[in-house]
């Protein structure tokens, strides 16, 4: 399954410079299986070592937390699905198809983030400080973005696509609200255990998003008035980052007339897009039942 979503991707990496040094800034763009023409997806713009220097202190300042939320930190290493369950039932023997598409969108996504990781090879905070020491082991890969924080807006845009949450109304918001303070959650629960900056989850949040977003395009999730629901393209400009910010999705809105200086966020009216894949409509389609059946989604 995740083979038909990634299948069309391709990465490129080049040089951008701050200050007349050079960082790294990797691109990832998808094939129309139309013309064949190349369609951004997203773009991301490693920041300045001097930033990832002066968040050392926002990972020590984040640590008073460790004995809160460690088992929370614990649970979550290797995958944070007891914590969405919370939401949505996601047992498996009641929600079999739902399960095979959610592992399907995690696949796609981790291949995304550790391609990207290896192409801006940001050192992680134990890298940078012996004051650190990280509560867990410090994974092996590069910083940013944030996996974890990528997976779990990854989840957010599945489960709002899933559960039929796209919309303004209360309920909606309601649900949707409490999606996305889970996903801040942990992601902020990896700078708490010492092996991600806060940056890390500035990016790792619109990269999740816009593979979230493409992946339901790909599955031909509808709106309710019948529309695919469409995907943007995401960037992130770690140029336009300093070493004060935190991970505040709240005042980090992606778009609009607020949208901060290092995110941009494409209107989909601009893009075309891949046409929807066959076998991963089937299989939406059967986990969309097993909610209408289980009635957890929207009417």
Known sequence: MAQESTSSMEFRTDFVSVGGAPVPR?????????????????TLVAPPDSVFDEQVAK?????????????????????CLAFWGSIVPLQSDRMRR?????????????????????ELACWRPADRSWQVQPMI????????PSGHCTEAYVM??????????????????????????????????????GVHFPVDNVAGRILGTALGEYFSYL????????????????????????????????????????AT?????????????PEANSVLQELFSRAREECDDLRISLR
């Open 156 to 193: 957010v845009e599945l489960l709002k696509a899933l559960l039929n949450c796209h919309g303004d109304d209360p309920a909606r918001r309601s649900v949707t609200t409490q999606l996305e303070r889970l996903a801040q959650r942990i992601s902020t629960n990896r700078v708490v255990a």
């Open 98 to 118: 739902t399960r095979e598409l959610v592992d399907a969108a995690m696949q796609m996504t981790m291949f995304v983030e550790m391609k990207l990781k290896h």
């Open 59 to 79: 990972v020590l300042a984040w640590a008073d937390l460790r004995e809160e939320r460690a088992p929370e930190i614990f649970t979550q290493i290797d995958g």
């Open 261 to 273: 200086g290092f995110y941009a966020f494409e209107s989909p009216g601009a893009l075309k897009g």
């Open 26 to 42: 990797a691109s990832l763009t998808v094939r129309d299986r139309r013309d064949g023409a190349r369609l951004p997806l997203a």
């Open 137 to 144: 082991r410090t994974p092996g890969h590069a910083t940013l």
């Open 219 to 258: 599955c031909g999730a509808r709106d309710r008035s019948g529309a695919i629901l469409p995907w943007h393209h995401a960037s992130f400009d770690g140029r336009k980052c300093d070493g004060e910010i935190e991970f505040d999705p709240a005042s980090q809105p992606l778009a609009g007339d607020a």
